[in-house]
């Protein structure tokens, strides 16, 4: 039997499993951090991020004609899911609007452009990668443990914001594009008891 070297597993001392969505406190930190040192990209990343609860995937292969029309930004964007070929509708809020309508001005970005683009040339667009690195730079930047959190804490958030106000999981759902409401409940990590109880009163 010959030898084989032993692999380190990637993960290898950290920290795995789903990541935390941020909390309503820490939103409103990170957008003053990011306001302040005058990050326009990062705050228009941070911010669509949030609102659109895309994957990685989708959020960062988003051009400029994507989310605008003759009037200027959409209030409302529909897309496909790459992962599942489902659509979703993601809403643009005034704040987000107003980034990114700062982030085209200031990188003179045209219809066909990504909306965040990579360093390594107009024509890509940053990777998911990047994007992890970038979103742990954001919390360690308000004290927090870069560990705990990922891409999916910016989808998440939201979302996780939203069922604790008002329990409606069917919206969640419907926000995240799933196509069954267990998989709401298995990547929201709500109780699956509570989550039926929920649900049986819910008028859909």
Request: charged content about 30%; some cysteine.
């Amino acid at each position: 039997m010959t030898n084989q070297k032993h692999r380190i597993p990637y993960n290898k001392g950290k920290l795995i499993g789903q990541k935390k969505p941020l909390k309503l406190a820490e939103i409103w930190e990170l957008r003053t951090t990011l306001r302040l040192s005058h990050k326009v990209r990062d705050l228009a990343l941070f911010n669509l991020g949030l609102d659109s609860k895309l994957r990685s995937c989708d959020l960062l292969s988003l051009r400029v004609n994507d989310i605008s029309g003759s009037g200027g930004i959409k209030n409302r964007v529909q897309m496909i899911q790459k992962k599942t070929n489902e659509p979703v509708i993601f809403e643009i809020t005034e704040p987000t609007k107003n980034s990114l309508n700062e982030l085209i001005k200031k990188q003179k970005l045209t219809l066909s452009d990504f909306i965040f683009r990579s360093r390594q040339g107009f024509q890509k667009h940053l990777s998911r990668r990047q994007y992890s690195r970038i979103i742990k730079d954001w919390v360690s930047s308000i004290g927090l443990n870069p560990d705990d959190f990922g891409t999916h804490s910016m989808r998440r958030t939201k979302v996780s914001l939203l069922y604790h106000k008002t329990g409606n999981l069917r919206a969640v759902q419907l926000l995240l594009g799933h196509k069954s409401l267990e998989s709401t409940v298995r990547y929201l990590g709500v109780e699956l008891d509570d989550a039926l109880d929920i649900s049986e009163h819910l008028e859909i």
